[in-house]
């Protein structure tokens, strides 16, 4: 072919159409962004270092197209051609995540772009969920939700012919890639109309109002945007004047020196009008608006050491003793970049600065990059946690689904159950994270 699109380009534009799309349907959700965009420029002029850092580090520029979403899924077939339609946009799913055990029916992957290129550019993910029908406990209604979703196609059928084509081809050119983004985009439209009658919904919304949101309408709908914050306490504490009401605690890590992995905050879901099939009319709640502010990704001890000062904190009521209980909690976890470094707890890039690379010959393959770092020839910076956590999703599943959590806690992960739907494995995470600091050495000559 001539002139292809690159799948950078059409994630990029894919995910500027999602937002514009949704901030119309939404609009807290554009007063949201507003809120995020002067939080993050006041932080960024208050600290020249980390502006500096960020620029270092090539994420200031990616920091106001970044975004994640979510949708839900409700059948094999569904997530199987929505991996095709992602790995078009050189997203990629990573990780398995089981909400079951938080009383949530379904299982997760977090479609994602993998390689450094692609996350500078522009780091777009949804996190992407399966129903497990089979948590249904009534046998009938089970049936009934499995015939439902089997007479639905959540995308258009000019979806499905580009995604052909751009398999034949080998891709698409630049018109037929902007097609490809407005037909993709209908699958995760709203509809306020139901495929099933007032009863049918409601006897879904009783096994769980999760199942009645993605068995009952015709696409998958997003169900948030999230855009990230470089201080998130500042904007749950901006957020009521802002005229959003935030969810009760920040998910995650306590505020640090050195940010961890993942904070999160929301908003409660609206509740919207609906339309059922008949002449019936009601509501519907699942969409919402959360931010994030993202951190250090941590290797696999790191991870060992949050998940247990993490469950060893446990959830406070409000959100100020919360965070002060965290803050005490996780005084046992280093907080300085060297320390995380010589310890093994996190991730990091290193480069060689201009004098470093005056003096390559000078560094050998094993050699500890530490020396080198407090001679000012190389540089270790972070590397961005890219994913999600369980316990965090599962406090905003929750949050958005009337509070308690419900009554399905059979805990029984299934990851091979969700690589089969899938069509394939999920990446693992860790070893990404892995790749991409010892390329980075190896870049430096250290390995
Ligand atoms: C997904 C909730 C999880 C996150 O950021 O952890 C999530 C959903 O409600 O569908 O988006
Ligand atoms: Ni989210």
């Not at 890639?177 to 879904?204: I, M, N, S």
């Not at 599943?397 to 899938?422: D, I, K, M, Y």
Request: glycine share 6%; proline share 6%.
């Amino acid at each position: 072919m001539a002139h292809t699109l690159s799948a950078d380009d059409i994630r990029e534009d894919f995910s500027q159409a999602m937002s514009a799309m949704y901030q119309q349907e939404v609009p807290q959700y554009g007063t949201l962004l507003a809120l995020v965009a002067d939080v993050n420029l006041a932080v960024l002029e208050n600290n020249p270092r980390l502006h500096e850092q960020l620029a270092n580090a090539d994420e200031l520029a990616r920091l106001n197209v970044e975004r994640h979403g979510a949708i839900r899924v409700g059948t094999a077939q569904e997530l199987a051609t929505l991996c095709r339609m992602f790995a078009i946009m050189g997203m990629y799913p990573v990780g398995y995540y089981d909400l079951s055990v938080a009383g949530v029916p379904v299982h997760s992957t977090a479609f994602r772009p993998v390689d450094d290129a692609a996350l500078q550019r522009n780091p777009f993910r949804i996190f992407t969920s399966l129903l497990r029908l089979e948590l249904i406990d009534d046998p009938a209604l089970r049936d009934k939700a499995a015939r439902i979703l089997a007479r639905r196609d959540i995308f258009t059928p000019r979806c499905r012919a580009l995604m052909a084509l751009h398999d034949e081809q080998g891709g698409l050119t630049p018109a037929q890639g902007q097609e490809f983004v407005r037909e993709a985009l209908e699958t995760f439209r709203w509809h306020h109309h139901t495929t099933v009658d007032k009863e049918t919904y409601q006897a879904l919304h009783q096994q769980h109002r999760l199942i009645a949101d993605v068995v009952c309408f015709p696409g998958c709908h997003i169900n948030h945007l999230t855009p990230r914050t470089l201080d998130i306490d500042q904007v749950q504490s901006l957020m009521a004047k802002y005229g959003i009401e935030p969810k009760a605690v920040i998910e995650g890590p306590p505020r640090r020196a050195v940010p961890l992995l993942l904070r999160q905050t929301s908003f409660k879901a609206l509740e919207e009008p609906v339309s059922f099939a008949g002449d019936a009319s009601g509501t519907h709640t699942a969409r919402f608006g959360e931010i994030e502010q993202r951190g250090v990704a941590l290797t696999p001890k790191g991870r060992a050491l949050y998940d247990r000062l993490l469950s060893e904190a446990g959830v406070g009521k409000d959100n100020l003793s919360h965070q002060q209980h965290l803050q005490a909690v996780f005084k046992a976890f280093p907080d300085s970049e060297f320390l995380l470094r010589q310890q093994g707890l996190a991730w990091f890039r290193y480069r060689l600065t201009p004098s470093g690379d005056a003096h390559r010959q000078a560094i050998r393959p094993g050699d500890d990059p530490q020396p080198f770092i407090e001679r000012g020839w190389v540089i270790a910076q972070p590397i961005t946690y890219e994913d999600f956590l369980p316990v965090s999703a599962a406090g905003i599943f929750q949050s958005n689904l009337g509070g308690e959590s419900q009554t399905h806690s059979h805990g029984n992960a299934s990851r091979g159950a969700f690589e089969t739907a899938l069509g394939r494995p999920v990446l693992n995470e860790f070893s990404l994270y892995e790749e991409a600091e010892m390329r980075s050495k190896r870049r430096c000559g250290l390995l």
